[in-house]
Each structure stands twice: as C-alpha cells, then as structure tokens.
Nanobody
Framework: QVQLVESGGGLVQPGGSLRLSCAVSGTIFSIGVMGWYRQAPGKDRQLVATITSGNIVYADSVKGRFNISSDDAKNTVYLQMNSLKPEDTAVYYC????????????????WGKGTLVTVSS
C-alpha cells in the first residue's frame, strides 16, 4: 500500500528555519508531481510548492523563503523553510501524483497525514 510519510514539523521562533521531509513508502512506478500544501486554522488548504521534472511552483507568500527539492533515488521530497513568520503556522500536507501498480497501472493522488508547523515566540 502506498503512503506518504511526513516528518520535520515543530515549534520554531519567527525568523527561524525548519525542514520538512516526505517519503513515498510502498511500490510505485513513477512520480508525476509532488508538493506541499498547508492549512491554517479556519482556512482552506492552500498550495505551498510543487515540483515535477523541470518545473517548480511556489505560492507568492513563500517565494524567496522556501525551497522545494527532491531526491528521486529515495522517492523523497523536501521543503526547506527559512525566515519563518507567524502566518506560516499551519498543518503542512505532502501531496503526490504517483503511478502505482494495479490493473494496467494507473495514476493516483495521495496525501500525507500532515505535520504541524508552529511559528511563535
């Protein structure tokens, strides 16, 4: 069974840094897009950053502060978050569009369970 396993959340002071990781567990054939979304209390889930071969997209609110990268050999995506602000406080969810084994193989969307990032002094 394919799962996305996140790690790296926690409490950090404003201006600090955190690194989130998301690893694909289980058997897959290939990765289409992976990325991070976040959901702050009382708000909708929003895009943070996505990565696919040759293309990276960032939300305007994190450009210049966050960096998404991937290790294809480990089927892992990272989110390096710098210069964190209180408004970055949210549950961060990993997302993946993966080609998985099945009848003929198929593309499916997966979400991690989320990891809480709290930016506070």
């Amino acid at each position: 069974q394919v799962q996305l396993v996140e790690s790296g959340g926690g409490l950090v002071q404003p201006g600090g840094s955190l690194r989130l990781s998301c690893a694909v567990s289980g058997t897959i054939f290939s990765i289409g897009v992976m990325g991070w979304y976040r959901q702050a209390p009382g708000k909708d889930r929003q895009l943070v950053a996505t990565i696919t071969s040759g293309n990276i997209v960032y939300a305007d609110s994190v450009k210049g502060r966050f960096n998404i990268s991937s290790d294809d050999a480990k089927n892992t995506v990272y989110l390096q978050m710098n210069s964190l602000k209180p408004e970055d406080t949210a549950v961060y969810y990993c997302y993946g569009n993966l080609r998985v084994p099945g009848v003929g193989a198929y593309w499916a969307q997966y979400w991690g369970k989320g990891t809480l990032v709290t930016v506070s002094s």
